[in-house]
């Protein structure tokens, strides 16, 4: 039974440069969220999928933000015109819809993504 | 709206010492769920574990155990025996509100264990 990945690490880019970090979730779970997490800081909520559907943003989605889960599997986070104020470790995490009270809607997290803006 | 703090930023104990990490929330549902998570210096956030508003029940996991007080709006850690493996900073989140599926996590708490 495989984690949550997600690919790229790491990531360095210019100032003004696209970014893309994809996600893929824990292979029987339907829901994926991202977070993003600075220096000393906890991971705050980005957004949530529920199978493809986009159900919940937070305010921190800026326009340059896009996230998508086209097939209700793996999921892609776009930042476009990226700045400084972006770098971060961003942070996607599953959970299942079903199952036992223990396990249902536990967030599994993976390793992230640091993102490094230049 | 949802709160966590967890007022310690850096504890620091000698192997072998208990710690208890301290995690107070604020919420105005009435069902909620508590969360703590481990996040060793690797970066991944490791999932220890989830309190229902309805259980305050204490629960013990080998070294690990929980104090959840509704009383106090309080969901401490406490580390027994504490070890070098045990050294990473520590989250506390709160999943409330009908409808909304977003962790609110305090700032965490960055243990160092001390051979």
Known sequence: DTGVSQNPRHKITKRGQNVTFRCDPISEHNRLYWYRQTLGQGPEFLTYFQNEAQLEKSRLLSDRFSAERPKGSFSTLEIQRTEQGDSAMYLCASSARTGTSGVRDTQYFGPGTRLTVL | ?115
Do not use: M
């Open chain 2, 1 to 115: 709206a949802q709160k966590v703090t967890q007022a310690q930023t850096e504890i620091s104990v000698v192997e072998k010492e208990d710690v208890t990490l301290d995690c107070v929330y604020e919420t105005r549902d009435t069902t909620y769920y508590l969360f703590w998570y481990k996040q060793p210096p690797s970066g991944e956030l490791v999932f220890l574990i989830r309190r229902n508003s309805f259980d305050e029940q204490n629960e013990i996991s080998g070294r690990y155990s929980w104090n959840f007080q509704k009383s106090t709006s309080s969901f401490n850690f406490t580390i027994t025996a504490s070890q070098v493996v045990d050294s990473a900073v520590y989250f506390c989140a709160l999943h409330s509100g009908a409808g909304s599926y977003q962790l609110t996590f305090g700032k965490g708490t960055k243990l160092s264990v001390i051979p």
